[in-house]
């Protein structure tokens, strides 16, 4: 039986161009029945998966990779022709849904595939090249004895300094100013947030920041407010899942004061405790820091 395969060849008006059609007059169709999805877009791609079937979604364009995390990017076009990011590990999970492998050809580097279930890249026979490293962060201030460990803003001086956040805040852009809020209040208790309007620098691409952060990062809390999961925000979760089981670190649901009575969480989420703010009982920002540091607050 002859595999079918749809091909998505991106070329983001923002980005560098390449010949798209040349690209797919390339593919040999002794190998396969090849489809090519036109525009290539997320959305167009969900209306073709709802009418249609294949095998195999072929992606061929830009990626970002970084070798440790599961937190790799494909680039498709929006609406408008520039660049819309997307998670490796949501667009796998979209895939799923209808028995299908994803294989990603970066152009700008060697070719990477991920297999059906695994996150394993095939080794290539000579690293791609990678941006420079950015410079170390500085040593922390020294601790000694006459230093009060239980300040929380000389705490907060050293876990920045170190970089060493406490929590990752992944959160609906609607419900950011609710989400500064608890940002602020985690910090007047020495529980130093990764929030991505103070972290991220002008003029830096920010998703190899981000993907750094989240290698490493000891917690993630997801906020779910009136309006749901937003877009980018469901492909920050299945990063976090990825990257966060594999290292069996905290991911914890927080219901904002404007939740609905049922919040539609994501099903993975479904299955841990949560924190709810529209309820004064138990305090939920002690919760939230006891799923944060491990430590329960004292009665």
């Not at 976090?240 to 649901?253: A, D, G, K, N, Y």
Request: charged content about 20%; proline content about 11%.
């Amino acid at each position: 039986m002859t595999m079918r395969v749809l091909v998505a060849i991106p070329v983001p008006s923002d980005m560098p161009h390449f010949d798209a059609d040349a690209t797919w007059h390339r593919l040999n169709p002794q190998l396969a029945t090849y489809d090519r999805l036109l525009p290539p877009t997320e959305n167009a791609l969900r209306k073709w998966l709802q009418n249609n079937r294949a095998d195999v979604l072929h992606y061929i364009g830009y990626v970002t990779s970084r070798g440790t995390a599961f937190y790799d990017t494909v680039t498709f076009c929006g609406s408008t022709g520039a660049a819309r990011t997307i998670a490796v590990a949501y667009l796998k999970s979209l895939l799923a849904q209808h028995s299908m492998r994803l294989v990603v050809t970066n152009i700008t580097q060697l070719p990477l595939v991920f297999a059906a279930d695994f996150y394993e890249r095939d080794a290539p026979s000579a690293p791609p090249a990678r941006l420079a490293e950015p410079p170390p962060p500085p040593p922390p201030p020294v601790m000694t004895d006459e230093t009060p460990r239980d300040d929380p803003h000389r705490e907060l001086q050293r876990k920045r300094a170190g970089e060493e956040f406490d929590v990752f805040l992944c959160y609906h852009t609607a419900d950011k100013p609710r989400v500064r809020e608890i940002a602020a209040a985690l910090e007047q208790r020495g529980v130093l947030p990764w929030l991505d309007e103070h972290e991220l620098r002008p003029g830096v691409p920010w998703v190899p920041l981000l993907e750094r952060q989240i290698e490493k990062i000891k917690s993630a809390a997801v906020f779910v407010g009136g309006t749901g999961i937003g877009p980018w925000q469901q492909q920050e979760i299945y990063g976090l899942l990825h990257e966060f089981s594999r290292r069996q670190t905290p991911v914890i649901p927080v219901l904002l004061p404007e939740a609905t009575v049922e919040p539609m969480l994501p099903l993975f989420l479904q299955s841990m405790t949560w924190v709810d703010f529209r309820t004064g009982d138990p305090e939920p920002l002690e919760q939230l820091i006891w799923g944060i540091t491990g430590k329960r607050p004292t009665t």
